[in-house]
Structures are given as structure tokens and as C-alpha cells.
């Protein structure tokens, strides 16, 4: 790009930032036309933005229940048994960043509402521990650490909390929960995500709490404008399952009903014992696609993360060592989550001494090696490319191979049919087709296939449905030299801001 389009596209950057909104209201009785119009102008906000741009961060689940071999405590555990004996924030940020991980979320509390910081809340927390003397601060000890190794950093507070004596009195616990948000969220310096879970398992005679979670996002605002609020909350999506899967149709873009906080907790997992990791509803539903945005009130930008554990639990069990995830599965999940235009939140717990164990890191850093091995080499940057149709100025050429985030092709708006090929001087081999939408404007591509030409004729490899943020998809070793994607299904011309074809290794 010459100085002149830098500029430009910096000024229009600029402008989309601030007129990006990712609520936008359907007025009733609105037609088909008016609803799809509402979906193409929903846009993510800046934070959102930032977030889908980190791709891949960890959670880590450690807490009273790493000492006592349990998910989900009720409250009762004494808080001498949080000890753990070579505890090393320094070893989980240095872990997280070798494995090619962006940011790292804590468990400053679980249900069980033990806190990993001396809060002013209650004393259910590492006051009362013999560990570090009761003097210990692990959220300041990761807070710290992650400022040192350059790791953005989360924190995952549980509304359900089955030790504080207001849980139940709804105004009381409100206070309780919003006095602890302040407190993580001015002793710690900056934060990128908000992690509220919706498990409750409380039963028909449990405690009933009615959170006030707009005071809760009012205060988050104020208090850390950049992070995002995930799950229970107005920015960041829970793909609906633990198993580590996203959809095909995956539609960032969605009637505001995805975010209901009802059906939010009504379909989070209510008791741990069982079906932990199985897939549930996910794989087959659609949120986003036409035939679904009928009625609907407003559209909101509501992207997907995908939360799955490196191990069967959350929490770490010794007797869980040998069933870490081998680096196929995990290879898997990352192809169906930051493959299928999801974030990838993977958890890694860890033990009682308070270090990653052996197993896992050995697993996080083969995957890392094979994710940079196959994506190292765009085959696409050898290929002339020629696209059907280009918008004025957006031709496709290096634009969508220049790992630039401005620069993008627009098919022309006239296009029925829009194509972008590829030629290459010799026969050339790969298994992995990836674009990336420039969801700047929306989300936009419903249907492409990838064909390539051999003897004559063009034969279908592989298909998707939605692109958004990012979409790798799979196929056989397939050897060509042209080949061409067809956008067979979009809501308005399709904009591509990369492309790239890869051999996995
Ligand atoms: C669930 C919780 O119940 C699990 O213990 C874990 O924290 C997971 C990330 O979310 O809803």
C-alpha cells in the first residue's frame, strides 16, 4: 500500500470504529429485507474487535477444589487446605506464551466462593490459608507475571457462591459481588475479559439470587471500558457445549435473543458429574442464518469463544494425568473452534504443587509447533490471483495475502456469482483453505466452495457455510495448478481480508 491508502484506510478505520455498532434495533413488522439490512450493519465494537483478534488464550482453574480432588465444592471446605507448595504464576505465564497463547484467565472464584485474593469480602479466602502465611495474593501474583511476559489477563468471578452468608438476599450478594468486581478490577491493573459463568446447581430448595447484572456491566464499563463481558454477559458468546466444537453456520451476527441471560444458564451445565465433555446441541444448531432472524427485535454482534479443558476436569486430579488430550484431539479443537470463527478459551489446571504438570506443557507446545509448522508458508503468495468481479479499489491481488487487516477484496456489488482464482506456474499440493472476512463490515459470506482444476474440468474439494473472523477448512492433499474459491450464498458483496492455502505438517 502507498502512504496516501495508509492514510486512508486509517481515516476509515477511524470512522468505522466509531460509528461500529454492535446493536441495531428491527423496528416490528419489519420486512425480510429491513431484518437482513439490520443483520449486514451490526458490527463488533472495538473491544469485541480486540478480543477476536487474540484468537487463543487459557484458563486456569485453581482453587480450593485443586486440594480436594473436587469440580464443584459447596462452600464448606476449610480454607488451611489451600496450600500449595511450589506455586509459580511466573511457570503458567511463561507455559501460556510458549504455547502461543495471548491471555490468561483466572478463577478468582469459583462456585464454591473461595477468593484467590485478600478481599475485603469475605474471609473464605487465601487470608485464612497457610499458604505464602496467609500474606499470598494470587490474582497479584498472575496480574504481575502477566504484565512481565506481555499476557493480556482475565478473570472469571462465579455469580453462584455457596459459601457467602448473602447469597440468596439478593440485594446483599449484589453488593457483595459488585465490591469484588471493584476490587479485581482496580488492584490489578488492565483486563481484557469478564468471564461470568451461568451454572447454578442450587436445586429446587436451593438459594434463590436474583443478580442485578446491569449494575454489574455498568460497573465493568466504568471500570475496565476495554474488557469484554463474556458469557452471562453482552460481548462474548459461550458456544453452547465444552466439548471444544463451534458450528457450520457460525454467525457472529445474530438476533438478540442469543443473548438471553435465561436461556444462557438454563442450557450451562447444571451438575458436573455428567456429560462433562460431550457434545451437546452445537454442532448441528444455527443461531444466525435468515430463516431464523424473523421477529426478532434488534441484531447484535455476538461472537462465539469456545471453552474446553485440556484435561476431563476443570480442576486438576492426579489421577487425570495420563488423560490429557492428546495433540490430535487438541489439533481438532482448534480447527473446529479458531477454525469455525470462534475463539479458543483452553483450560489448564494446575496441580497441587501450583505448576503446569509435565504432561500438558509437553502437549500445549507440540500443538503450538504443529499450528506454526502448517501455517507457515501461504501457498497462495506464488499464485496470480484474479478475482471475477472487484469493487472499485478492492481489487483482490496481494490484498488478500498481505496479512494486512485493512487492506481486503470487495467483490463487485453487481455480482451474482462472485469468484476468486488462483494459478500457479507448477502443480502445487494442500489440505487447508482459510479466509478471513472483514468482519469491519459485518459478516457477510453464507455459502463458498473451493474447486480446483485438474484434466479439464473443476471438482468440488471442500464447502462451508459462514467465514466471519476466521474459517480453515480441512480436505484431503489435493494437487493442482488452478484452483478458485465460488461464494455461492452472501447477504451483501463478499469482502475477503485474507486468504491462504497451506500443506499441514
Ligand atoms: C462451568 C463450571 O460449572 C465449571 O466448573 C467450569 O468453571 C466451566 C468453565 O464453567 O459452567
Redesign the pocket.
Known sequence: MNKKSIILSCLLAFCLALSAQNYVAVSPGASDEDILKAALAVRPSERQMNWQEMEYYG?I?FGINTFTGQ??SDGTNPPELFNPTALDAEQWVKTFKAAGMKGMIL?AK??DGFCLWPTKTTSYSVQKSPWRNGQGDLVREVADACRRHGLKMGI?L?P?DRNHPTYGDSPAYNQIFRDQLTELLTNYGEMFEV?F???N?EGPNGKVQQYDFESFYTLIRRLQPKAVIA?MGPDVRWVGN?AGRGRDPEWSALPVGAASRRTIAEN??QN?TENMFVPKDARGADLGSRHLLKDTEAMIWYPSEV?T?IRPG??YHANQDDKVKSVDKLEDIYYTSIGMNSTLLL?IPPDQRGLIHDNDIKHLLELRKRIDNTFANNILKSAKIKAKSNGRKYSANRNITDADKLSFWRAATTDKDPVIEFSFCKPTSCDRLLLQENIRNGQRIENFIFEVYNNGQWKKVAEGKTVGYKRILRFEKTTFSKARIRFTGFRAAPEIIEAGLYLSK
Open positions: 484458563f482453574h469440580e464443584w478463577t469459583h462456585h472469571y462465579s453462584w468471564w459463568d451461568g451454572a446447581g458469557i465444552e450451562s451445565q458436573v471453552d479443558s476443570w480442576f483450560n
